[in-house]
């Protein structure tokens, strides 16, 4: 994985909780690892969800994601509206959460089990701010 692309230096990476994505199915396979196939289910659920990060950069946000078969999504930074997180029992203990984005526009990045939910949330509110400063705000439109 790349730091740069195209001159653009990458700001910020959000990486997924092992525990957040496959925590369940991943116990699992390793209460019944004495069978081969669960253990090598195991390994590669593990290798795949080290492999999702989303990548935002000055102007794009960029998603990859996949092992054997790998994908990429680009999409134009839009403005940012708020910020949330929500934690679930198991989030709370092993330090995953779901960030909430609200967007000008559709926010179709998925933000579930997200290690660092709080340090994800100050760079995203931080990126509001800049937005903000910059003009770039959605401004409320008032209909007669």
């Not at 910020?83 to 933000?111: A, C, L, M, P, R």
Request: overall charge neutral; proline content about 3%; hydrophobic content about 40%.
């Amino acid at each position: 994985m790349a730091n740069e692309n195209n001159g653009n230096k990458v700001r910020y990476t959000a990486y997924r909780s092992l525990a957040g994505t496959c925590g369940g199915r991943l116990f699992l396979c390793f209460l019944f690892c004495w069978l081969i196939l669960p253990a090598i289910y195991g390994i590669y659920l593990a290798i795949e969800n080290s492999c999702y990060c989303i990548e935002f950069y000055d102007d794009k946000i960029v998603t990859r994601s996949g092992v054997i078969s790998t994908s990429e999504k680009r999409s134009v930074l839009m403005p940012i509206m708020g910020v949330s997180v929500e934690y679930t029992f198991w989030g709370k203990i092993w330090g995953y959460g779901n960030v909430h984005v609200d967007t000008v526009g559709q926010w179709d990045i998925n933000t579930q089990a997200i290690k660092d939910p709080e340090e994800f949330k100050a760079y995203l509110e931080s990126l509001m701010n800049k937005q903000a400063a910059a003009g770039f705000a959605a401004r409320p439109v008032v209909a007669n």
